[in-house]
């Protein structure tokens, strides 16, 4: 399956924009509620994370939830991933990216994570031996996405099943409980692994009109 290249200039900022410093981070997408976020965000005092979610809903009750609980390395973000990632973040800043039981997408599969030219500049944006984290309860998506690993991104991974009593996310629990088999990728950069988006700074919500050319990273 070939991917084709992706137009990262055609992505409008997200609505109430805010830049972010180039410093290292860690990224949740598709946060939900926040369970994954406030957990690792309390166990792991000395990462930041920002955790992006679309759905208003959902983002309200994690906002509401960090409110109460006050981890300060914790920033929730409500906003469609592929634009902010594109507005906000620099080549190689993200220490660990976490897609955790994305959207199987059964009836469009070109819009699964591996399957998407967006995939090589999430990459780009991914540090040096860092890592993605990408866990499904569907057997089939695990395996098209190694597939995709082999074939197109040419990258290492490790897959591991997933501890039954494992509680990060509601729908982990969920799945967990009605005993489906739950599988994670750890999809590992190599040091001098290349993407044709290392040298394209983030957009920091510049307008389309502005976007011919890449702008070099700070």
Known sequence: MSI????AQRMHA???FQCIENNPICVEIGAGKGKHALLFSEQHPELKLIAIERTREKYIAM???HQLEGQTNL???HADAL???VHALYPNQVQQFFILYPNPEPHNPAQRWLNMPFFEFLLSRLS???SITLASNIPEYIAEAEQ?????WKLPYEKQTIASDSARTHFEIKYLERGELCQQLI???PEHYQTRFDKVGPRQGKSVENLSEPSDAN
């Open 83 to 85: 634009p902010w990632v």
């Open 187 to 189: 999809i590992a950069k």
């Open 4 to 7: 084709r290249q992706f137009q």
């Open 75 to 77: 920033t929730p973000i």
């Open 14 to 16: 997200p609505r109430d």
């Open 128 to 130: 040096p031996n860092g």
């Open 63 to 65: 906002q509401k939830q």
């Open 148 to 152: 995709q690993l082999k074939d197109v």
